[in-house]
């Protein structure tokens, strides 16, 4: 049972909350004034077609060219208003997001007119308003975050790790640091601290954004940079990501995979690992093998470097182990999984096994996307890939 009595407005949404034997027959008395003030409110035409046996609890309606659906649930009801205008979501404006800014003008004026009619309505029905306060400028919509009641971290003396741009410079609330946008630009604002090594950058008014520490940098600690524009490698840019084989190219190398033989194929799945790990792509060095008994094994030959040895630039690893290679769950990453399994049933098989993404927009996808075009042409050769 719930003794509180509150609503909350957000974007186009009237949340009530309370005790249904409260908050119920005040939803409804609130939807006889929204009908006194010229809407026209009925059940949801969707949910009697789908769902007949929730109809008494939901509701729709409209005022012109703004709509509403509306239903009441166990500790409260809610009203949702949209406008079927300016529309994104192929199945109405019901379901877009932004619903209050992807309204017209005059329409977002009605809507707020409405609104300003249902608060006074349930602040005189004993409701206390529970919205979260319409912050305009990115300034304040920050500063609400660190003024927060519910942040009990303090930003105060943290260590280095948490507060070290991008060249080891350390970083202070109030500075102007400078970072690179989705395509390399240039672009700058003011830092503060959120939580972890995650900083609030304030850019403009309108805009601000959310970066970790070695995201952030100054102009004048290296020549790079202060560089307007700093191009990064991309796979799309590649000429081998746009290569599309023909299907007597497909059926060539994977001929060529089959006749080549379980040993054959062993030696193509090997070199392919070898490289994995040599881009960094697969953190430990994987090896197939052929055993006694004609089955297909797997080794890890290089991996678990130890941590000392690896700080002191040594690559000290583990001795070389068996690996299980046919349970549910290898014991590796997922990434690395996906690529032992992939390998595992193309030497098994001889038939193409992986199918991957390659690069699509300008900037590839991950720091070392550029990269893929060069595995993506390998699997291609040695007839691994779908």
């Known amino acids: 049972m719930r003794g509180d009595k509150d609503f909350s407005i957000w974007n186009t949404s009237i949340a009530v909350r309370g005790d249904k034997e409260i908050s119920h027959p005040t939803f409804l008395r609130m939807l006889d004034m929204m009908r006194n003030r010229g809407f026209v409110v009925g059940s949801d035409p969707r949910i009697d077609r789908d769902y007949p046996i929730l109809s008494k609890d939901r509701f729709a309606g409209n005022k012109g060219e703004l709509l509403f659906v509306g239903e009441k649930y166990n500790c409260g009801a809610k009203l949702e208003f949209y406008q079927e205008i300016n529309v994104e979501n192929p199945n109405g404006g019901r379901y877009d997001f932004n619903k209050f800014e992807k309204m017209p003008y005059l329409l977002q004026k009605r809507f707020l007119l409405e609104v300003r009619y249902m608060e006074q309505f349930l602040l005189e029905e004993g409701f206390t308003c529970d919205s979260k306060p319409v912050l305009k400028t990115s300034y304040d919509k920050?500063?609400?975050?660190?003024?927060?009641?519910?942040?009990?971290?303090?930003?105060?003396?943290?260590?280095?790790?948490?507060?070290?741009?991008?060249?080891?410079?350390?970083?202070?609330?109030?500075?102007?640091?400078?970072?690179?946008?989705?395509?390399g630009t240039l672009m700058r604002g003011t830092v503060y601290h959120n939580i972890n090594n995650m900083w609030w950058v304030i850019v403009n008014k309108d805009y601000y954004t959310n970066l970790a520490s070695f995201e952030l940098f100054d102009l004048d600690t290296k020549p790079e940079n202060s560089l307007r524009k700093l191009t990064k490698r991309s796979g799309h840019h590649n000429p081998k990501s746009r290569f599309i084989p023909s299907e007597a190219n497909l059926k060539e190398w994977s001929t060529?995979?089959?006749?080549?033989?379980?040993?054959?194929?062993?030696?193509?799945?090997?070199?392919?690992?070898?490289?994995?790990?040599?881009?960094?792509?697969?953190?430990?060095?994987?090896?197939?093998?052929?055993k006694d008994n004609g089955r297909l094994g797997l080794m890890e030959t290089e991996g678990n470097p130890y941590f000392l040895g690896h700080r002191l630039g040594e690559k000290k690893y583990d001795p070389p182990r068996i690996m299980s290679l046919y349970t549910r769950s290898l014991s590796m990453s997922s990434t690395e999984s996906s690529w032992v399994k992939g390998l595992r049933d193309y030497v098994t098989g001889g038939k193409p096994t992986i199918s991957k993404w390659f690069c699509r927009d300008g900037n590839g996808e991950g720091g070392q996307a550029y990269l893929w075009p060069e595995v993506r042409e390998r699997l291609l050769h040695i007839g691994a890939h779908v």
């Open 142 to 183: 920050v500063f609400h975050e660190l003024n927060s009641p519910s942040r009990h971290w303090s930003s105060e003396n943290l260590p280095d790790y948490n507060a070290l741009d991008k060249d080891g410079i350390r970083i202070n609330n109030g500075e102007v640091k400078y970072f690179r946008g989705r395509k």
């Open 256 to 290: 060529a995979a089959k006749k080549d033989g379980k040993d054959g194929r062993i030696k193509l799945a090997n070199s392919v690992l070898d490289y994995l790990y040599e881009i960094n792509w697969t953190s430990r060095k994987f090896q197939f093998f052929k």
